[in-house]
């Protein structure tokens, strides 16, 4: 069957203590290469499933790549398991052997009695060395499969990857490279963008063929537009058409564009725009717990447009430090949306921002109508914005949802600001 499959062993990722990040990497860099991933499967340490997964995987696929289970401790069982699959035995291998013996050598420690299982390998396997590791890789060649065993400690892996395996892939494989664009977008639910990318492409030029991938991470949608079957002059030009007619669709929600990986946030985003446009905002929270701040703390140079916020649960708390008299306020919907422009004004001037930003509001203590209210108030040096919101979800979505939907009214301000500018 087409496609490989990726493996990778270990307790702690079926237990889901670690996040399973080698499945992902290598996913992404055969991609890069044409050449498809067709499943990820995660064992635990257990030797029947591990003995069965190898052989399942053998039996269905031309290439298998298996990450973890080589090290020296005893739920280390990897090399056991796949002389036992595929019916071989296992033998000590002097290269191994030595490789073990000379990395610890070479760092002037002693090696333990139990390191020296690493050098028992399966019969007729080939050694893929690892000097960043004790751990050697291995390949082993069954019934029209090769199977790849690499360490689980992802330098390790990543490195024997891309000088032992790839190239040899590159020897009998022939990758169909993918060109992909890659479209981050906050402002609309996953519903709300596929509805407005229905039919986009047209009508596509030959064999072209065109997946429109769509990924929630809340509260973002990543969208993903992968083109095959077009060589790789025609496939830049149509893939850049194909990305500029999505952009036009999705209009200002979308907020970075890029290729395969895109590592911009929302927040980053926001951040590089207060940069360009020379502006600095503070921030008064009464809704988001801090994750506003902490959002925005967290993107590189950010402390060259942040100047700094106040965070308390309660606006009277919040009045009373930022100097606004909240006694006299009845804080219902009206009276909190006042309250919140002038908190936004109050913080621009005490921290001498350009912008302020006040954010008011509570997540619903259970999911019901009329719950999870919130407002957002910008001012600046001339203008002032109010946003009123109702988000009846649990509290910590809310928390981050508020923080988004904050820094989106900071987004509008600078745009409206760079506007005024130009004309």
């Known amino acids: 069957m087409a496609g490989i499959e990726i493996i990778t062993i270990g307790d702690e990722l079926v237990e889901g203590r670690l996040v399973d990040t080698n499945a992902t990497t290598l996913s992404e860099r055969l991609l890069v290469e044409g050449l498809t991933v067709a499943r990820h499967t995660s064992v635990g340490d257990d030797r029947q499933e591990i003995v069965a997964g190898l052989r399942e995987a053998a039996g269905r696929r031309r290439v298998v790549l298996v990450s973890g289970g080589l090290g020296p401790t005893s739920d280390d069982i990897t090399a056991e398991c796949a002389a036992e699959a595929f019916g071989v035995s296992l033998v000590r291998s002097p290269e191994a052997l030595a490789h073990v013996q000379q990395f610890f050598a070479s760092r002037g420690r002693e090696m333990s009695p139990n390191n020296e299982k690493q050098a028992d390998l399966p019969a007729g396997a080939v050694i893929l060395p690892n000097p960043r590791g004790t751990a050697v890789g291995f390949r082993l060649s069954t019934d029209g499969c090769e199977l790849y065993f690499m360490p689980g400690v992802p330098r390790e892996l990543i490195a024997m990857f891309e000088e032992e395996v790839l190239p040899d892939l590159r020897t009998f494989l022939v990758g169909a490279p993918r060109r992909v664009a890659q479209l981050k977008v906050f402002g609309l639910g996953e519903s709300d963008v596929a509805r407005k990318l229905e039919g986009f492409d047209g009508e596509l030029p030959g064999d072209a063929r065109l997946t429109v991938q769509y990924r929630a991470t809340f509260p973002e949608i990543h969208v993903r537009l992968v083109l095959e079957g077009v060589d790789d002059h025609r496939a830049e030009e149509l893939l ?184």
């Open 240 to 423: 850049e058409a194909l990305s500029a007619e999505a952009q036009g669709r999705l209009s200002k929600s979308v907020f970075a564009t890029g290729g395969t990986r895109v590592e911009t946030s929302f927040p980053d985003q926001v951040v590089a725009e207060l940069r360009s446009a020379g502006l600095r905002v503070a921030a008064i929270d009464g809704a988001t717990g801090g994750v506003l701040g902490r959002l925005v703390s967290k993107t590189q140079d950010s402390a060259d447009v942040f100047l700094g916020g106040i965070a308390a649960p309660y606006p009277r708390i919040l009045g009373s430090v930022i100097g606004v008299a909240t006694e006299s306020v009845d804080i219902d919907e009206e009276g909190i949306g006042d309250l919140a422009q002038q908190m936004a004004a109050a913080v621009r001037d005490r921290f001498r921002a350009d912008l302020g930003v006040a954010v008011l509001g509570a997540p619903a203590p259970e999911v019901r109508p009329f719950e999870g209210s919130l407002t957002v108030a910008v001012a600046t040096r001339t203008d002032r914005a109010l946003r009123q919101y109702n988000f009846p979800i649990e509290g910590d979505r809310f928390r981050v949802l508020a923080a988004y939907v904050a820094l989106g009214q900071v987004r509008r301000a600078i745009r409206s600001a760079a506007l005024r500018e130009s004309q």
